[in-house]
């Protein structure tokens, strides 16, 4: 069993920035795809971003194309998402999730994910 625990978010003026990290256990991290999901209140759950095993592909939502940044490093079990020059639009509970599958172009869709954690609030004012 794999436990994912986020931690970064918070409150944030429009244009600012935040770096959400998601921190793994119970497997070797670096055989897990990981991804980012988030939730706006009303909305549905959502894709941000996702990341292959070693790094090396990415795969964003065209809506935070540019803005924001997924990185992993391996031998810390952690994956970060940096948010930058965030908008209210982006308000929401932000989520990461992994699988234990290999992924290298094309995103998992959300059903696909085994390992979710408990999400963290980020909320942008105007």
């Known amino acids: 069993q794999v436990q994912l625990v986020e931690s970064g978010g918070g409150l944030v003026q429009a244009g600012g920035s935040l770096r959400l990290s998601c921190a793994a256990s119970?497997?070797?991290?670096?055989?897990?795809?990981m991804g980012w999901f988030r939730q706006a209140p009303g909305k549905e759950r959502e894709f941000v971003v996702f990341i292959n095993r070693s790094g090396g592909s990415t795969y964003y939502a065209d809506s935070v194309k540019g803005r924001f940044a997924i990185s992993r490093d391996n031998a810390k079990n952690t994956v970060y998402l940096q948010m930058n020059s965030l908008k209210p639009e982006d308000t929401a509970v932000y989520y990461c999730a992994g699988l234990s599958r290999a992924y290298y172009y094309t995103p998992p869709a959300a059903n696909v994910y085994q390992y979710w954690g408990q999400g963290t609030q980020v909320t942008v004012t105007s």
């Open positions: 119970g497997r070797t991290f670096s055989s897990l795809t």
